[in-house]
């Protein structure tokens, strides 16, 4: 019998295989949406072919998806894509440039990388989590930057500077105010930063002394509410992010939970249908609709179970 983390990996990769078609930026169905959406897609979909293609074994249902990610990074109007993004053109075109498929022609990337603005690669004006995402594409990407060591970012960053709610004084401790131990925007900070110093679970994120206790401590706080609060999306994030942290999260109750919790939302078809029970979108929804609220959750639950059923990296 296969495991919860094996229906949901397999399930939700069927759906991102069936709609393939939504992350094409230049597919009919795409072009009338907004840059951005476009463009968020298709690097999200890079992320989990390149993320996937580390794990030593081949992920049932990424072929499709693999040879459309490659046919994009080699078209002349990716470039264009990112650069038309007010704000993100840097951080798109860094981003690119990082998930390039291995042995593609490299103008486009290139094309990419030359959008992207000197002072994007230095530290001035960036907080301690933005300068960690800098660095993590940067040095993926291969491009000289002056961003300092994860060693000395982490300290500030916020899986070790904030504190959860009820905790005194220390930043970042007024919660969401229904309980939650962090705000959202401030939770999803503590997954990104351990994705970025992690490399999604292919190396150790160099936490020492104490902060890995109160990096696990913090996650399983959120995992609790996100459970209580079907916030599914941060659910499979911090589940992943606990996998970084060096443990199995499945044998954590509150990582089991969330992953059981996945399960039950998961649709016949694979789709998780938004980033909460709230979010959702309606089961009638027409497809590019029910496609801008369900990817990304469906994705990230596809990517945590593949990263967390894998063996580890020696």
């Not at 075109?93 to 603005?117: F, H, K, M, S």
């Amino acid at each position: 019998m296969a495991s919860p983390l094996e229906r949901l990996s397999s399930r939700a990769l069927g759906w991102l295989a069936a709609n393939l078609d939504h992350f094409d930026p230049f597919s009919e169905g795409a072009r009338s949406a907004a840059p951005q959406g476009r463009a968020k897609a298709a690097l999200e979909l890079a992320l989990l072919c390149h993320c996937a293609a580390r794990l030593g074994r081949p992920a049932d249902g990424l072929d499709a998806a693999t040879a459309l990610v490659r046919r994009l990074w080699q078209d002349p109007a990716l470039p264009p894509l990112f650069a038309a993004v007010p704000g993100y053109a840097s951080a798109y075109g860094l981003a690119c440039a990082a998930l390039a498929p291995d042995g593609i022609d490299g103008t486009q990337v290139r094309e990419a990388l030359a959008g992207v603005g000197p002072g994007f690669l230095s530290p001035r004006g960036k907080t301690p989590y933005q300068r960690i995402e800098v660095r993590h594409y940067a040095d993926k990407a291969g491009v000289p930057h002056t961003v300092e060591s994860y060693a000395e970012l982490l300290p500030h960053s916020p899986l070790l500077a904030l504190r959860p709610a009820g905790d005194g004084d220390a930043p970042g401790g007024d919660g969401g105010g229904d309980g939650a131990p962090l705000t959202v925007p401030q939770a999803y900070a503590v997954t990104h930063t351990a994705f970025y110093v992690g490399d999604f679970g292919r190396t150790s994120p160099g936490l020492t002394g104490d902060a890995p206790a109160h990096a696990l401590d913090l996650v399983d706080r959120l995992l609790l509410h996100c459970v209580g609060h079907d916030l599914w999306d941060l659910a499979a994030e911090l589940v992943l992010t606990r996998f970084i942290l060096g443990t199995d999260p499945l044998d954590s109750p509150p990582g089991a939970a969330a992953v059981a919790r996945l399960v039950r939302a998961q649709r016949p078809d694979g789709a998780l249908p938004g980033r909460s029970a709230e979010l959702a979108a309606r089961p009638a929804a027409p497809g590019r609709a029910f496609f801008r609220k369900a990817y990304h959750t469906t994705l990230v639950t596809a990517l945590m179970a593949l990263v967390v059923s894998s063996p580890r990296p020696s």
